[in-house]
């Protein structure tokens, strides 16, 4: 789910439906009145994607998921300009995974994907322009492998924020900050806080 400032609604796609274990591919968009959207080329059925709007290029960015009838987890990458979706096949990009979490960093003017479950959790922090991905290695050691966790911007203080998730068998309760300096291009992780009075917690919204 995203808010689509360009046409000032919000779009949900995909999920799983009480009925089935099939997930849904369907697309609705949101203005104070529910509108099936669904038709043309779409991303295909998924549940726990992830998705941001990028204000740069008036589109709506979605990446992975799963599928339910064969659990297959998917690493492709789609955009949504208001009246359809537009696959879009480009390498490098991140490995499959659900779960991640994805926001628009306007310091950088891309939408910023980090962490996510396959096989395995994961730490990796990547970036999307609109026309490529790109792996961002930070100064420093990222926060520990995760999924289910919370991402987003803070516009005040000109960071990413991190906060929360697991790795399957731990529940993190730790706050991280990522930092960007422009003139050198570089990316610093700060641990802010590893012991939250929000508690440990994983699967929340954060926005």
Same mark, same amino acid.
């Given at each position: 789910?995203?808010?689509?400032?360009?046409?000032?609604?919000?779009?949900?796609?995909?999920?799983?439906?009480?009925?089935? #274990?099939?997930?849904?591919?369907? $697309?609705?968009?949101? @203005?104070?009145?529910?509108? @099936?959207?669904?038709?043309?080329? !779409?991303?295909?059925?998924?549940?726990?994607?992830?998705? #941001?709007?990028?204000?740069?290029?008036?589109?709506?960015?979605?990446?992975?998921?799963?599928?339910?009838?064969?659990?297959?987890?998917?690493?492709?990458?789609?955009? &949504? @300009?208001?009246?359809? &979706?537009?696959?879009?096949? %480009?390498?490098?990009?991140?490995?499959?995974?659900?779960?991640?979490?994805?926001?628009?960093?306007?310091?950088?003017?891309? %939408?910023?994907?980090?962490?996510?479950?396959?096989?395995?959790?994961?730490?990796?922090? &990547?970036?999307?322009?609109?026309?490529? &991905?790109?792996?961002?290695?930070?100064?420093?050691?990222?926060?520990?492998?995760?999924?289910?966790?919370?991402?987003?911007?803070?516009?005040?203080?000109?960071?990413?924020?991190?906060?929360?998730?697991?790795?399957?068998? $731990? !529940?993190?309760?730790?706050?991280?900050?990522? $930092?960007?300096?422009?003139?050198?291009? #570089?990316?610093?992780?700060?641990?802010?806080?590893? @012991? $939250?009075?929000?508690?440990?917690?994983?699967?929340?919204?954060?926005?």
């Amino acid at each position: 789910m995203a808010y689509d400032e360009a046409r000032d609604n919000m779009i949900v796609f995909g999920g799983r439906p009480t009925t089935s #274990s099939v997930p849904l591919g369907d $697309s609705h968009t949101y @203005n104070g009145t529910w509108t @099936n959207v669904t038709g043309g080329t !779409t991303p295909g059925g998924r549940r726990w994607p992830v998705a #941001s709007y990028d204000p740069m290029r008036a589109k709506v960015v979605l990446f992975g998921g799963v599928l339910g009838s064969s659990g297959d987890v998917l690493g492709d990458t789609w955009e &949504w @300009n208001g009246e359809s &979706w537009s696959g879009r096949t %480009v390498a490098p990009a991140p490995a499959p995974r659900l779960q991640s979490a994805m926001t628009y960093d306007p310091v950088r003017r891309s %939408v910023l994907l980090f962490g996510g479950l396959d096989a395995a959790a994961m730490n990796d922090l &990547w970036s999307w322009d609109g026309a490529s &991905w790109t792996p961002i290695i930070a100064t420093n050691a990222p926060p520990a492998a995760r999924y289910a966790h919370g991402m987003v911007f803070d516009s005040v203080r000109a960071r990413v924020v991190l906060f929360g998730g697991t790795d399957g068998s $731990s !529940t993190f309760a730790d706050t991280w900050e990522l $930092s960007y300096d422009a003139a050198t291009g #570089s990316s610093t992780w700060i641990l802010r806080d590893n @012991n $939250s009075p929000l508690g440990a917690r994983s699967g929340f919204e954060m926005g």
